[in-house]
């Protein structure tokens, strides 16, 4: 395995609760090459404003994220905040890039991915789209995101037949994150990552905003075209906005 090396476990930029603590995506692929090869378990979250806001109400959520190996900033809303504590915070590192990222680096890095989450078929695709996009990708198997509770040690026992090393699971926040840190310990994979609806945009099933949107960060809106569904989540935008503007911490990192 080659190694990288990198500044990746940076002083945490606090965003309401949310402990921000890598600021490109050179430093998430360098941190995750590390907790691949160390012998303990790592979440990653890869945050967003809705999660923030969240965390404000959900002890449990709040927990999961203030334990995490590492904190991307996934979102624009969480870029921003970030960014006003800490300039050098510029880039967002989104679970789609991430994904498509680390799909890309298994080629060299020798480390296996497993996807699970998405509705039926969806991230067996985005498995066969990677490979495709990335010749010799190594991703070790793929399952839907729609089992049943007796369904779980099945689910499990055919991740640890796989032997991934990168566990990237999209069941929606704070769903996904809640399955890691219940599940994680029965499972033989060093790196869990909650990645939303990445496998989605991956497979082709819903498309990324064009560059336009991306350009004038309003690929929230977007989405919501796509799926009026998140008009809930996407409400919670400005009181994400609100909440830091009156935030207390402002200047403490
Ligand atoms: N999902 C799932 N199981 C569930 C609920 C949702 O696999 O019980 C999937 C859903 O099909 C979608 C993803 O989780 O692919 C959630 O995507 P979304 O963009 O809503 O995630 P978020 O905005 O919370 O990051």
Redesign the pocket.
Known sequence: MTAITSDAHMQPVKVLDIPVNCSSMDDALAAIASFVASDAKHHVITA?S?MAVMGRTDSELRRIVEDASLVTPDSVGILWAAHRKDPAMVARVS?VELVEELCKHSVTEGYSLYFL???PG?AQLACERMADRYAGAHIAGAQ???FQEPEVAAVIDEINAARPDILCV????P??EKWIASHKHLINASVFIGV??T??VLSGSVKRAPHLFQRLKLEWLW?VMGNPK?IG?VMLLPRFVWMVITSNSRGAR
């Open positions: 967003d809705s679970g989450g998405a509705a969806v839907h995101g729609y999209a069941m929606g926040i769903r996904q939303g609806g496998f989605d989405r998140k989540k």
